[in-house]
């Protein structure tokens, strides 16, 4: 699915899903809410704009609306009834955007990490130079630990991010720990300085999934899910998950 960065994850499966059946014109329209989806998975786009945006009539981009928000029963999906869209501030949200957004292969996640270290090393390569300016090296040493920390935290956080739920967890509970996710990397990685920053790692994810799985069998899934959701709505930071389904 769609990333900050501009681009959109295209999956293979897309040819043998339920959504490839359909008329060409509400396959334009799905693909063209994937790529113009942004953080959250909210795709900034008006009821009137989508045919032009989609080269698609007015009429073909009002049944494909109608589809793509009606259940669809033989979606490979439970989750929603096999929607793929609903109707939010400011355009359309796509509801599996954050199942698809972590999905990353061994490969992929090996093939960020080598990108980042490189655009790493030659990003501090270039401001070791500029350092060596008297004047600046004093402001530039401090802002260089700060930008090294938020570095740090982006890493941990993507990396974190690509760690999905364990299957066996209900589907609306899965649903709800992925958008935590999302939530959290969005706070990693917004702070400004070491201290505003608020780590985000792989430890913490799999504390989070433990903590979940000693709730299920003890309580209705539907109340784990509003629970992940309102500390989602929240902010929460806390590295601990103690309190996070208490009273």
């Known amino acids: ?52 945006t989609a080269n698609v009539t007015q009429e073909q981009a009002e049944e494909a609306l109608r589809i793509l928000q009606s259940p669809d029963p033989k979606s490979r999906s439970s989750a929603w009834e096999g929607r793929r869209i609903e109707k939010c501030d400011g355009g359309f949200r796509i509801l ?24 790493y090393r030659k990003k501090k390569g270039a401001e070791s130079c500029k350092a060596n300016s008297k004047t600046r090296r004093s402001k530039f040493t401090e802002t260089q630990g700060q930008e090294e920390w938020r570095d740090s935290y982006l890493l941990q956080a993507e990396v974190a991010s690509s760690v999905l739920p364990p299957q066996d967890f209900p589907e609306v509970v899965k649903s709800a720990l992925l958008k935590f996710s999302a939530r959290r990397q969005e706070l990693a990685t917004a702070g400004r300085t070491k201290k505003d920053c608020a780590p985000w790692s792989v430890a913490m994810v799999n504390a989070l999934h433990d903590q979940v799985r000693l709730q299920i069998g003890n309580h209705p899934p539907e109340n784990i899910a509003d629970r992940i959701l309102a500390a989602t709505a929240s902010g929460y930071r806390s590295v601990k998950f103690t309190n996070f389904f208490g009273a």
């Not at 501009?6 to 499966?13: A, N, P, R, S, V």
């Not at 599996?96 to 996640?109: G, M, V």
């Open 1 to 52: 699915m769609a990333h900050a960065s501009g681009w959109t994850k295209l999956f293979e499966q897309i040819i043998t899903s339920s959504i490839w059946e359909e008329p060409l014109h509400v396959r334009a329209v799905w693909i063209t809410f994937v790529a113009s989806c942004r953080q959250l998975g909210i795709a900034y786009l008006s009821e009137a704009s989508i045919a032009r």
């Open 96 to 119: 599996n955007y954050f199942e698809y957004r972590n999905i990353n292969s061994p490969e992929e996640r090996t093939a960020y990490m080598r990108e980042y270290m490189r655009e």
